[in-house]
């Protein structure tokens, strides 16, 4: 179109254009049969690609963050209705649970990490971590389920990530979730608490 003017033959070859492209297209049994063997193609680079070393992680939320744990180093998941606080204690140690007869000191990350609190939570529900010789629980507001995740995806913090210390971190997956180290929990000095009330 030029102004009000329609160029009629010029409108007359896109339509013959977009018509014998319709034309070309394959049949519906061609076309399920080139999808067929696109698909199977697609199956077996799936098949051949390795995945890498992959973990098995224990989703949970806290404060409206996204955590992980490695399943390896947790013993189980459980509820708890009351609490016994400790005096004397770092504000990141939450107090004592009983834990079918064994009695557990909870921690809260959140505290542990010096991270702003946002907003209020259930906080119900523990991960018991437990090594060789130590054992104590994580605070929790929702348990996520099960699932495993490929250390290749895992990504260091961005720069300016004021959240857990590197140092405690495997790293952050694709979703934004932050997938702490475990081990470096279970062995931290900063847990035993060996304070005397005088």
Same mark, same amino acid.
């Given at each position: 179109?030029?102004?009000?003017?329609?160029?009629?033959?010029?409108?007359h070859?896109?339509? $013959? !254009? /977009?018509?014998?492209? =319709?034309?070309? &297209?394959?049949?519906?049994a #061609?076309? %399920?049969?080139?999808?067929?063997?696109?698909?199977?193609?697609?199956?077996v680079?799936?098949?051949?690609?390795?995945?890498?070393?992959?973990? $098995? !992680? /224990?989703?949970?939320? =806290?404060?409206? &963050?996204?955590?992980?744990? #490695?399943? %390896?180093?947790?013993?189980?998941?459980?509820?708890?209705?009351?609490?016994?606080?400790?005096?004397?204690?770092?504000?990141?140690?939450?107090?004592? !649970?009983?834990?079918?007869?064994?009695?557990?000191?909870?921690i809260?990350i959140?505290?542990?990490?010096?991270?702003?609190?946002?907003?209020?939570?259930?906080?119900n529900?523990?991960?018991?971590?437990?090594?060789?010789?130590?054992?104590?629980?994580?605070?929790?507001?929702?348990?996520?389920?099960?699932?495993?995740?490929?250390?290749?995806?895992?990504?260091?913090?961005p720069?300016?990530?004021?959240?857990?210390?590197e140092?405690?971190?495997?790293?952050?997956?694709?979703?934004?979730?932050?997938?702490?180290?475990?081990?470096?929990?279970?062995?931290?000095?900063?847990?035993?608490?060996?304070?005397?009330?005088?």
């Open positions: 179109m030029s102004g009000n003017k329609v160029d009629w033959s010029e409108l070859r896109r339509m $013959e !254009v /977009v018509r014998a492209a =319709l034309e070309a &297209e394959p049949a519906p #061609e076309r %399920a049969r080139i999808l067929k063997e696109r698909a199977r193609e697609l199956a680079e799936t098949a051949r690609a390795d995945p890498g070393e992959t973990i $098995e !992680v /224990v989703g949970f939320s =806290l404060a409206h &963050e996204i955590y992980a744990l #490695e399943s %390896a180093w947790v013993r189980e998941v459980a509820l708890i209705k009351e609490f016994t606080p400790l005096p004397c204690t770092p504000r990141f140690l939450l107090g004592l !649970v009983n834990v079918r007869g064994r009695i557990l000191s909870v809260d959140k505290k542990f990490f010096d991270l702003p609190e946002k907003g209020l939570t259930d906080l529900k523990i991960l018991v971590l437990r090594s060789e010789c130590v054992e104590f629980g994580v605070l929790a507001d929702t348990i996520l389920g099960v699932h495993t995740l490929a250390l290749a995806e895992l990504q260091p913090p720069a300016g990530f004021s959240g857990v210390h140092a405690y971190l495997k790293g952050i997956d694709r979703t934004g979730k932050i997938v702490l180290d475990a081990r470096r929990l279970l062995n931290d000095e900063r847990l035993l608490i060996r304070q005397e009330v005088g």
